[in-house]
């Protein structure tokens, strides 16, 4: 009985810091979710704050139907029969899976206030592992993981069969001078961040 009550009063807590992130949402916050890809396991402070009511399986996140259909028939090349419209598909996959692995990204593993957040969060909440069993997230976030490899599968398929039809990119892996060129627009931003930061420093200093 007393770990029954316990468990209650650690739901009950986990209610009440969601409310206040609902206070403070900003208008775009639904609009800028529904944009960021499904791999994009960068969280902002919204979704830390957030974070009791997903794991109550109150705010899952859905999975798109362009994801079920690659679970069920990951190598079907129904209504792709041409290049433009192998594009359009994998296109359609980038905008929810996030950029290929072959292109190069600016600090993908970089810690932010975000994440660092959300692992803060995690490590306050009393018997979350236990909530998060029998809430059914634990089945939610395998069936999204799931769904993701099925996309990131059917990319892969879909831009091979490209190339073999001799289509031009996205319809096919990206050529090497396309990579060159995003890391090098990658290197150019962070050395201009770096000398913005540098000048902000020193014209900090002679006020």
Known sequence: ?????????????????????????????????????LTDGNPNLVDAAK????DLNIDKKDIPPTLTNAIAEPYTLDGLKGCKKLSSAITELDGILGPDIEMPQEDREKLSSGRIAK???????PFRGLIREISGAN??????RTAVQAGMARRAFLK???EARGCKYPARPAPASMIAARKAEIVAAREQKNADKAEGKTVAKAD
Request: charged fraction near 25%; glycine fraction near 6%.
């Open 1 to 37: 009985m007393r770990k029954v009550w316990l468990i209650a009063a650690a739901a009950g807590t986990l209610l009440v810091m969601p409310a206040q992130a609902r206070q403070d949402k900003p208008a775009d916050a639904k609009q800028e979710k529904a944009e960021r890809p």
């Open 51 to 54: 974070t009791p009511l997903s």
């Open 119 to 125: 692992w803060v969060v995690a490590k306050f909440i």
């Open 139 to 144: 089945d939610q976030e395998v069936q999204l």
């Open 160 to 162: 091979g069969v490209g």
